[in-house]
C-alpha cells in the first residue's frame, strides 16, 4: 500500500525520484501508524524540492500554511522562508495565489543547452538546471529551475481567458541572520518608483537599512557566500523593488499608471496619478522570473548568466547588421574643444570636429546628444537651425563613422514608425534613448515597442535613464547598451566626500554587472586624486587614476562604449587614446581573474583574433598583486602593459606604457597607486 510520495529531483535523473512505504495494519497500533503517515503524506505531497546540477542548491516550494519557498545551500539555509503571493482579479472574483494548494506530481525535467550569446560577455555558454512545474488549484502554476548559479521561479497562468488585473505580488525574502546588505536606493523619496536607476550602494545589516525601496539588483552578504536579487524577462509588467523589514527584503512593485503628464523642458511623460493595482493581462502568459543568485567567490558574480539565460530569445532573426563599438560623446564634456577657429556648441563645425576625430582613432560612432533638436517641443522630425544632419551624415559616411541621436522615450515612441523610417533612409545608426525614469507595466511595454520598431529599421539602442537589464538585450538584440549605474555623468557633479567613485568603481561590477550591459560612460582624461577632485561642468575631473579609467574599457561589459571626454584631450594624450581605441568592442569570453567586492577587481578578456586583454582597479587603497599568466597557451605573446606611474599618487595623470614578451610560465608583479589601476593587451 502506497502511504506517501516524496518528490524531489536527483541532480542526474529528469524524473521524479519517489518512494515507498508499507506496514502491516490490522493492530490497534497499525491503525494509529496509518494516522500518523497519513497526516504526514499531506506535508509531504505539500512540499516540492528541486535541486540543482552539482546538488549543492535546492529550493523547497511548500503550501502548508500559505505558499512559501525556502532555498539552501549544502543544507544551509539562503533564503530562510520567502513568502509568495499573486493577487489576481477578474470581475468580482479575486484569487490569492498564495493562498492556493499543490495539485498531484510537479513535471520535472533536466535541461541543459548552450545558448548562443555573440553581443553578450562570451559567444556562448551552457545553461543547465533542473526545473519542476508545479500546478496550483487556481489556474496558476510555478516553475521553479534550479542552476549551479542561482535558483529561479516564476508564475504561469493556465487557465485565465479575457482580461484580469494583478493587484500585487508579494515576495518576502527573510534571512536566517542579520546579513550585510548592498542597497541602491530610490534617489526620489517622495515618489520612490520615479527616478533614473542612478545610486550607490548602502551597506548596512538588513535590521538597519532605511525603509525605502530599494531596486535590483541586491546583494546580502552571507560571508561563506554572496545573495543577490535579480528579475528577467520582465515583459507587460512591473519591475521590482525591495525595501528592508526586520531580517527581511520585501518586494513591492509601482502601480498602473491612471493619468501623466509632461515635464515642460524635455516634454518628458511622467506618472501623475496611478490605479490601485499593478498590471493589467489578458489570457494565459508567463509572469517575469525571480532569481536568487549565489556566488561561493565573489569573482564568479560579473559572470553569472542567469539574467540572459533565462530571457525570452531573438525575436528579431538576423541582426547581423547590429555593429558594436566606440562612441565619441559629446555630452560629458561640455563640447568643450579647443584651438579651432569656430565657437564650439550644437553645431555643425562641433560635430565635422568631433566626426574628424573619430574618423583619426577609428571609433564606429558619434553620438549627438541632447540639443540636435528642441528639447521642449519633442519633435524629433525637426533639428534646430543649427544643424544640417543630411550633411552631417553624408560627411560621416565619408569618413566611416556613423551617427547616434539622443532623444526622450516617449517622444521617440509616440511617432516612433515616422521617426525610424526617416532616420533609417538618412543613414542614422540608432538611438540613445533617455529618461524614462520609471519601471511601471506601461513603461516596460514601451522599451518593448521601441526596440521592435527599431529593430525593423535596422537601428540600435542605448538605453538611458532605464532600470537595469533584465533579458530584452537576448530578445532584441539591437539593444547594445543601458544605463543603470551611477556613472560619470553623476560623478562630474560629485562634491569631495559626498560620494566615493573608486568604491563604487570596484562595487558595482560585483552586483550591476550580473544583469548585463552598463553605459557607465568612461574615458575622463582630467584625472584627479582623492586630494584633488573638485566637480567641474564643463571640463569634468573623474576621481582616481589615468589607468583606473582606461581598466573600465576591460572591465566593463559594453558593447558600445564611450569617449566621454573633448576629442581636444583625447589627440593631446595620443599615447592612451589610440591604446583604447584599439581594444575590441566585441568579445568572446570574460573571466574575473581576481577580486574581493569593495576592494579590487581584476578582468580577462579575449576577442575573435586570439588575443587577451586584462583590465584592474582598485579602491582608494593601493594595492599590490602578482598577476600569474598560466591563462595563455604554449607560445610567446607580445604585451603592452599601462600601469599607474611611480607618481601616480599625488598626479593621478601619471601612467607608464612598456613593452616585453610573456609566455604562460611569466607572472607580473602591478602595483595600483590609490585609486588606480592597470590594462593590458596580449598578442601572439
Known sequence: MKIFQLFSLHPLSPSPIISHRGTEWGSTSGRWLLLHFSLFACLCLSAQTVTSPDGKLSATLSDTGGLTLSVADEGNAIVKELKMDLVISQGKKTTHVGEASIVGKPVMKSVSEDISAPLYRQNQFRSAYNQATVKLNCGVSLELRAFDEGIAYRYVTTGWKGDYIIENEQADFTFDADYYTYLPFTTNPRKPEAMAFQATYAKAPVTRQKSLPAFLPATIDQSVRKVTLMESDLEAYPGMFVSAEGLSLKASFAKYPKTTDHYQWRDQLYVTSTEDYIARCTGNRTFPWRIIAVAHDDTEMPVNNMVYALATPNRIGDYSWVRPGHVAWDWWNDWSISGVDFVSGINNDTYKYYIDFASKYGLEYVILDEGWYKPSSGDLLTTIPEIDLPMLTQYARQKNVKLILWCVFNCLDRNIEAICKKYSDMGIAGFKVDFLDRNDQTGVEMIYRIAETCAKYHMMLDYHGIYAPTGINRTYPNIVNFEAVFGMEEAKW??????????????????????????????????????????VNNNPMTMGTRCHQMAHYVVHES?????ADNPTIYMKEDECTRFLASLPSRYTSMKILQGKMGEYIVTLRTDARGNYYIGGETSWEPRDISLPLSFLPSGTYKAVIITDGVNADHVATDYKLKSLQVTSSTTLDIHMASGGGFVIAIEK
Open 494 to 535: 560629485t562634491r569631495n566626500g559626498e560620494q566615493d567613485m573608486p568604491l563604487y568603481d570596484v562595487t558595482f561590477p560585483f552586483i550591476r554587472m550580473q544583469c548585463g550591459y552598463v553605459d557607465f560612460t568612461p574615458g575622463g582624461f582630467r584625472n584627479a586624486t582623492a586630494k584633488d577632485f573638485q566637480p
Open 559 to 563: 558593447p558600445l562604449t564611450m569617449f
